[in-house]
């Protein structure tokens, strides 16, 4: 690779060139601006960033932290970034297992295996998004009422107004999303840090064990107890509750991006040369042990990139919860706020800014991570 | 090189017994799916075919237990061309296929640099029988609807956005900061937006930015920031064909005395366009099936009229149909196009080069 001397010097019309692009991105963005506040001018339209103190006077469905009308827009937005995390996290989660799953059954010598993996991958992939959402909120909708719900066992129960599930009791909900928000975050980066880089293993997985059972011991402090759903007169009490229009956007972005998900994981294995399996067979590795420590790590340097990048989609995707409801970011800061305030520029100009921030962050994380790994890749 | 020839296998029962014998855990498994599926698929021909109702007037012509396929037949025409004028439906088909024919160029195997020019005027022209162009009855955008008008955002917007993208992809890699920063600025965070959000901008935002007495419709403005999103996607799946193309070819290149641009035109651009096919092609599916989304800012394509019906009185209850049809259509265009990109994948790999 050519590495840029630290001062680079250009001839005169290179010099020239750039002066002219910068001055004609600062001249489009000035007149946008200036068209922008002139038409707000003659609109007698507000702008600014006032209207986040005041109260947002609308309810929200669904909330993590305590929130009422009376609270402000800055509120709001907080409500919204934090339904729009969780149901990223929680899709994100779901979709790795499946697309794993999917991913290393479309490798498998089952022809059967192959063939349901291969059916599923290519209806999740070649499907628009915002149409399976649909057809997931239509199915789910038609469910049986309260009164005959389906149910298996006596714990989890799914009715046409969604579906509840046994639950923990905590202390504080808030502060269990942030926990496991955090732990998610922290917890595969350890685990991506433990398989792949090199060094002491026994020193490596005493941290990993340690991260994990500090982590359960938090969790742990935070439980009051079990709560399983029973019907009443009209519909069930107790557990956790998972609206119709929750379930729905959490079911196709599960879909959707496991079907992605399966093919990178896919690539990933194949990326593996087969002598590094065969070789550790041959050392007398179980196949787990091949597995663990030779094959994986080596695949998940491919895959982490492409990964993330699902995982983001997964994040930017979210916001579909538009079409069905769910009142994530997007619906409640950039849909209901926007229509109390009017100001469209500053509600929508924040929510991609908190998109881009998220984006620009993992982005960055990762690939980080990746031109580490890539130093030590054999060639 | 052609592949080895793959041993002569031994008959399908006997390989079947072998591997039950060897691996009974995963026979077991497989049996479980085969039962599933048996168990499934009767069930699913039975709703979507054998039980199904094809044509009525109203929900009331529908048969209990089975899908009711009438919602879409009884709309055909809105759900190909939304509510454009009835007696002018040809200008429909005859838009479509100037765009077809506009696209055709870029998909041979060898395309050449001309094709990028008389693309965009096909999309130009396919907009002007749709809209009148002023010799032609006028039809607004407005009218405009349907499955065509996914067709047109999918096909429109890539057409445009792929010399934008080109244009980004080259600058990104600029080894002048001003130009590198401006594009990596605008590609990240292109990338990192929601494209729903975009499209509420364009409806509601937009307009604002545009001077007293100029007014864009609303097709348009979304047109604009279509293009700007693919364009920013476009412009990472070139980069990785400007990735792929090796350094030796650009010192040759200049070693025979090719100056700056003649080597970006003539060496480095086929090469690198070459290698980004496949990714451009996956590019465009993933944006033909963003355009359902279009309807959110109240913009009738195909999912726009279906929900439009599911939400008249006389067809209430049929979301299902309604929305299975719309994943069946797209499913067919992008199944077809993924199997062909990825033929594209194996043919186009320059030789002697692993990908």
């Given at each position: 690779m050519r590495r840029p001397s630290k001062r680079a010097s250009f001839t005169k019309g290179e010099l020239i060139i750039q002066a002219v692009m910068l001055a004609a991105a600062v001249l489009v963005i000035w007149a946008l601006a200036a068209t922008a506040l002139a038409n707000l001018r003659a609109r007698g339209m507000a702008s600014g960033f006032e209207f986040l103190e005041r109260p947002a006077g609308f309810q929200i469905a669904q909330s993590w932290i305590a929130y009422d009308p009376v609270d402000s827009h800055a509120r709001v937005f907080l409500v919204g970034a934090l339904n729009t995390l969780s149901v990223a996290a929680a899709g994100i989660v779901l979709a790795t297992v499946i697309g794993v799953v999917a991913g290393v059954a479309r490798r498998a010598r089952s022809l059967v295996a192959r063939g349901a993996a291969s059916v599923y991958v290519e209806v999740a992939r070649n499907t628009p998004l915002p149409i399976q959402l649909l057809v997931w909120y239509a199915l789910i909708t038609a469910a049986p009422p309260p009164r005959a719900a389906l149910a298996l066992g006596d714990a989890i129960f799914l009715t046409n107004r969604g579906l509840h599930l046994p639950s923990l009791t905590t202390a504080a909900p808030a502060w269990v999303l942030f926990f496991i928000l955090g732990a998610l975050g922290v917890g595969s980066a350890l685990v991506l840090w433990a398989l792949t880089a090199r060094g002491a293993t026994r020193h490596r997985r005493f941290v990993l064990k340690g991260a994990v059972v500090l982590g359960l011991a938090i969790l742990g402090l935070a439980i009051r107890g079990v709560s399983l759903p029973h019907r009443t007169g009209f519909g069930f009490e107790g557990g956790l509750e998972v609206s119709p229009p929750l379930l729905s956007l959490l079911a196709a972005l599960t879909f959707y991006t496991g079907g992605y998900i399966a093919e990178i994981v896919r690539g990933g294995l194949a990326s593996v040369d087969r002598g590094q399996g065969e070789a550790a067979a041959a050392l007398g590795l179980s196949p787990l042990q091949t597995v663990r420590l030779v094959t994986l790590p080596q695949a998940l340097?491919?895959?982490?990139?492409?990964?993330?990048?699902?995982?983001?989609?997964?994040?930017?995707?979210?916001?579909?919860?538009?079409?069905?409801?769910?009142?994530?970011?997007?619906?409640?800061?950039?849909?209901?706020?926007?229509?109390?305030?009017?100001?469209?520029?500053?509600?929508?100009?924040?929510?991609?800014?908190?998109?881009?921030?998220v984006s620009l962050t993992l982005s960055w994380a990762v690939n980080s991570w990746s031109r580490r790994q890539q130093r030590w890749s054999v060639r | 090189m052609s592949p080895p020839r793959p041993r002569p296998r031994q008959p399908l029962a006997q390989r079947m017994i072998d591997a039950l014998r060897r691996r009974p855990l995963d026979a077991a498994a497989a049996l479980a799916v085969l039962i599933m599926a048996a168990w499934i698929a009767p069930g699913l021909m039975r709703w979507a075919i054998i039980d199904a109702t094809w044509t009525g007037e109203t929900k009331a012509a529908c048969t209990e237990g089975g899908a009711c396929w009438a919602i879409v037949t009884s709309r055909w025409r809105q759900v190909l061309a939304g509510f454009y004028p009835k007696d002018h439906l040809w200008r429909v088909a005859a838009a479509a296929l100037v765009l077809l024919a506009g696209v055709a160029p870029l998909l041979r195997r060898r395309t050449s640099g001309l094709a990028l020019a008389t693309a965009p005027a096909a999309v130009l022209l396919a907009y002007g029988v749709m809209e009148g162009a002023g010799v032609l009855p006028r039809a607004p955008t407005d009218y405009w609807g349907g499955f065509f008008l996914n067709l047109f955002i999918g096909l429109g917007a890539s057409i445009f956005a792929l010399p934008l993208g080109i244009a980004l992809a080259l600058g990104r890699t600029s080894r002048l900061p001003v130009v590198k920063g401006l594009c990596v600025a605008f590609i990240e965070v292109i990338r990192g937006s929601?494209?729903?959000?975009?499209?509420?901008?364009?409806?509601?935002?937009?307009?604002?930015?545009?001077?007293?007495?100029?007014?864009?419709?609303?097709?348009?403005?979304?047109?604009?920031?279509?293009?700007?999103?693919?364009?920013?996607?476009?412009?990472?799946?070139?980069?990785?064909?400007?990735?792929?193309?090796?350094?030796?070819?650009?010192?040759?290149?200049?070693?025979?005395?090719?100056?700056?641009?003649?080597?970006?035109?003539?060496?480095?651009?086929?090469?690198?366009?070459?290698?980004?096919?496949?990714?451009?092609?996956?590019?465009?599916?993933?944006?033909?099936?963003?355009?359902?989304?279009?309807?959110?800012?109240?913009?009738?394509?195909?999912?726009?009229?279906?929900?439009?019906?599911?939400?008249?009185?006389?067809?209430?209850?049929?979301?299902?149909?309604?929305?299975?049809?719309?994943?069946a259509v797209f499913w067919v265009f992008c199944f077809g196009l993924s199997r062909w990109s990825a033929s594209l994948e194996r043919r186009l790999s320059i030789p002697g080069k692993s990908a």
């Open positions: 340097r491919v895959m982490a990139p492409p990964m993330v990048s699902q995982y983001l989609n997964l994040l930017k995707n979210s916001s579909l919860a538009v079409v069905v409801g769910y009142p994530d970011l997007v619906a409640v800061f950039g849909g209901t706020s926007l229509n109390q305030t009017g100001q469209a520029i500053e509600t929508l100009g924040l929510v991609l800014v908190f998109f881009v921030a | 929601p494209l729903i959000v975009l499209l509420f901008a364009a409806a509601v935002v937009a307009p604002l930015f545009t001077p007293a007495g100029m007014t864009l419709d609303k097709l348009t403005r979304a047109m604009i920031v279509i293009i700007l999103f693919e364009a920013a996607y476009m412009a990472e799946a070139v980069r990785g064909g400007l990735a792929g193309v090796p350094a030796g070819q650009v010192e040759a290149a200049r070693a025979l005395g090719l100056d700056r641009w003649r080597t970006l035109v003539f060496v480095v651009l086929p090469q690198a366009l070459r290698i980004a096919t496949p990714a451009l092609v996956n590019s465009f599916i993933g944006l033909f099936k963003d355009t359902t989304l279009i309807y959110v800012i109240g913009v009738l394509d195909i999912t726009g009229v279906l929900r439009n019906a599911v939400t008249d009185f006389a067809w209430q209850g049929l979301e299902t149909e309604a929305y299975v049809f719309v994943a």
